[in-house]
T-cell receptor
């Protein structure tokens, strides 16, 4: 285990469903991130939370809604997704937001 | 920001050295990183180099940094089949990690 745990590991959802991805870090870090990894594309930074405040939202559609209730937990709420949203969603955490990041195993999302 | 660029594929024979190259864009990056992603897994921080260094060695891994050319490389000595994975370089832009597309390393026995 890397210290960053994501659940579920796999998720299949219909376009009208609502689901949530969960991330938990046990490293005492103060920043958390959501990345999207699609085939043949660079990792896309979606959201950044620092000290539980959202500091970055990279033009992500509103059908993705992040939540950071405390410094150890990060959620990504999903609703009315599109098939092109199918990807690996990676959570990461870091300290001070500058010295690298530690990643979870990811959630493989398939939208049908 | 602009793209961090890597070649997409590299194939080597077991026991040979692998060299994975990366061109980054932000000369103010404090750290530059190499991450490894095995199939079905997240990214694992492999090594990093501070921007005032030009070389860092860690067992079989050697990182070379050419700040003038904004070129970063990762050399893996005595490459093993377990090294087969996708390798990402990353720079920091405004405190955020920006990744290249990744280089898929294939190690043939």
């Amino acid at each position: 285990e890397t210290g960053v745990t994501q659940t579920p590991r796999h998720l299949v959802m219909g376009m009208t469903n609502k689901k949530s991805l969960k991330c938990e870090q046990h490293l005492g870090h103060n920043a958390m991130y959501w990345y999207k990894q699609s085939a043949k594309k660079p990792l896309e930074l979606m959201f950044v939370y620092s000290l539980e405040e959202r500091v970055e939202n990279n033009s992500v559609p509103s059908r993705f809604s992040p939540e950071c209730p405390n410094s150890s937990h990060l959620f990504l709420h999903l609703h009315t997704l599109q098939p092109e949203d199918s990807a690996l969603y990676l959570c990461a955490s870091s300290q001070d937001g500058t010295v690298g990041a530690f990643f979870g195993q990811g959630t493989r999302l398939t939208v049908v | 920001g602009e793209d961090v660029e890597q070649s997409l594929f590299l194939s080597v024979r077991e026991g040979d050295s692998s060299v994975i190259n990366c061109t980054y864009t932000d000369s103010s990056s404090t750290y530059l990183y190499w991450y490894k992603q095995e199939p079905g897994a997240g990214l694992q921080l492999l090594t990093y180099i501070f921007s005032n260094m030009d070389m860092k060695q860690d067992q079989r891994l050697t990182v070379l940094l050419n700040k003038k050319d904004k070129h970063l490389s990762l050399r893996i000595a005595d490459t093993q089949t377990g090294d087969s994975a996708i390798y990402f370089c990353a720079e920091t832009q405004g405190g955020k990690l920006i990744f290249g597309q990744g280089t898929e390393l294939s190690v043939k026995p």
